[in-house]
């Protein structure tokens, strides 16, 4: 008893004391550790959603990547199939055109050559036409002094016919 | 100054000492702390909401590591001690204490402090000690059964040997009691003394490495008894032990 009356311990301040400890308990359960966890379960759930979002965002990005890949080969093998065929069909295009240039040359030349011809052919009936007139002429020249207009015309008439049928030969 | 705490007056028969001025001053600034922190929590925190939030984290967390899925159980009660305790004996640290006289008719012309450390008050050590031990005792019901919780004070099994480690575990509950409430009272005791006889022999500076000193004793003491009743509870509510 002496003990305990030197520590100064009494019923009343320990009641005291233990009532206000558990008042004390109570109102802090209520007021901050309630909500505090409350806020603290909140902010971890939306931590680990914004991690899984993250994830996600993560993987997307690598199949977008992929993807990208995929479609980047797709069309260089495209590309690679449209040269070839531009290759090949420039090749025709080129041939074609060189066989129709060819052609045409060839129709060109003919063309001048069948002209050439026809000119060269129009131009011997006019020299031989030519001919004939400075051949009269140069006849009835020779002859008008020698010979009479009858014996004149009859003599030009059978050299003409001469002249005409070496011609026509 | 003694032991026991001075008595400044009585309201209807209750004694008012200077601990019981300090009680109400902590139970103040804890209330204030609840309700401003209740009021104001966020999920994008504050300074201040970060700091207690870490201290809450941290005993959490600590509990889960310990005791698993009884941590929810086991963590608001072990935090409500440490924040009484630690916050009662900061509280104790600030000027006034001891310095401020309070003039009784049983005192001498000096007259009693008007504030003292709470925690030097065997009253309130023991009050929490009791807390503790009722608390974990109430757990031990809950989580093991009433007939797992009597096995291990009271057991027929390989007698004798065991039914002395059920009275050496009753011993240990008592002894509980005891080491709890002697330890904080002692060591908050004795740290008011010291200071006390520091600022006697000379006010100025010498007393502030012991101030620092009484500071780490403040917080180690309320972290130890916290970690203990985590550690008893955990014990006590652990089927395999």
Known sequence: MEIIQKFGLEAKLFLFQLVNFLIIVFILKKFLYAPLKKTLDERKCKIEQSLQD???AKIALENAGEEGKKIISEAKSNAETLTAAMKVSIEETKENATFEAKRRSEQIIDDAKQKAEAEFENMNKQIGKMSIDISGKVISKVFSSLFTDDEKQKLVSRALEKIDEKITN | MQISPD???QIAGFPVTNTVVTTIITDIAIIALAITMGKVISLK?????????SVIDYFRDTAKEIAGDRAEFIYPWVLSFFLFI????????????ESIRFHTLASDHNGVPFLRAATSDLNLTLALAVVSVVVTHYFSIKHTGIKAYF???ITFRMF????FVGILEFVNEVTKLISFSFRLFGNIFAGERVMATMYGLLSFGLPLPFMVLELMVALIQAIVFAMLTMAFMHIMTDKSH
């Open chain 2, 45 to 53: 925190p504050g300074k201040t909401q970060n700091a207690v939030e």
């Open chain 2, 151 to 153: 096995t291990r004070f």
């Open chain 1, 54 to 56: 993250a994830k996600n």
């Open chain 2, 160 to 163: 004798p040997i065991f039914l």
């Open chain 2, 86 to 97: 630690v916050i009662s004996n900061l509280i104790s640290q600030f000027p006034g204490f």
């Open chain 2, 7 to 9: 008595i400044l007056f």
